[in-house]
Nanobody, 124 residues
Framework: VQLQASGGGLVQAGGSLRVTCAAS????????MAWFRQAPGKEREFVAVINSSGVRKNYADSVKGRFTISRDNAKNTVYLQMNSLKPEDTAVYYC??????????????????WGQGTLVTVSS
C-alpha cells in the first residue's frame, strides 16, 4: 500500500484543519488506517485509528472530542478532521495502514505501511 498524506499547514490556536491520506496499490478496504504524529524531539505517537469498514474508531486521550477520523473506501482515502487545535498539536502527521480490522494497536511498529507525513503548525 502506498500512502500520500496532505493538507497540513499553519493554523491559529482554536482553529480547524483537515488532513487527508490517499492510498493506492492494494485493496484499501482490507486495511485499518491510523494517524500518528511526531513533534520535534519527541517520539511518534498514536492519534487515531479506524477499522476497515469505518464503523469502529479509537482515539488518543489527548485528542478525544476534538479530532475525528473517517474514511471513504470508494475514494481510498482517510481523513483526520482536527478542531479546537492547540499549539501542542504541532507535529508532522503521518498516516499508517495495518492489514486487518483491529483498532487497538497503538505502537508504530504494529503498522505495515506509512505515508510521508504532513506538517501541522498551530500558532498561539
Amino acid at each position: 500500500v502506498q500512502l500520500q498524506a496532505s493538507g497540513g499547514g499553519l493554523v491559529q490556536a482554536g482553529g480547524s484543519l483537515r488532513v487527508t491520506c490517499a492510498a493506492s496499490g492494494r485493496p484499501f478496504s482490507n486495511y485499518g488506517m491510523a494517524w500518528f504524529r511526531q513533534a520535534p524531539g519527541k517520539e511518534r505517537e498514536f492519534v487515531a485509528v479506524i477499522n476497515s469498514s469505518g464503523v469502529r474508531k479509537n482515539y488518543a486521550d489527548s485528542v478525544k472530542g476534538r479530532f475525528t477520523i473517517s474514511r471513504d473506501n470508494a475514494k481510498n482515502t482517510v481523513y483526520l478532521q482536527m478542531n479546537s487545535l492547540k499549539p501542542e498539536d504541532t507535529a508532522v502527521y503521518y498516516c499508517a495502514a495495518r492489514y486487518g480490522d483491529n483498532i487497538y494497536p497503538r505502537a508504530p511498529s504494529e503498522y505495515d505501511y506509512w505515508g510521508q507525513g504532513t506538517l501541522v503548525t498551530v500558532s498561539s
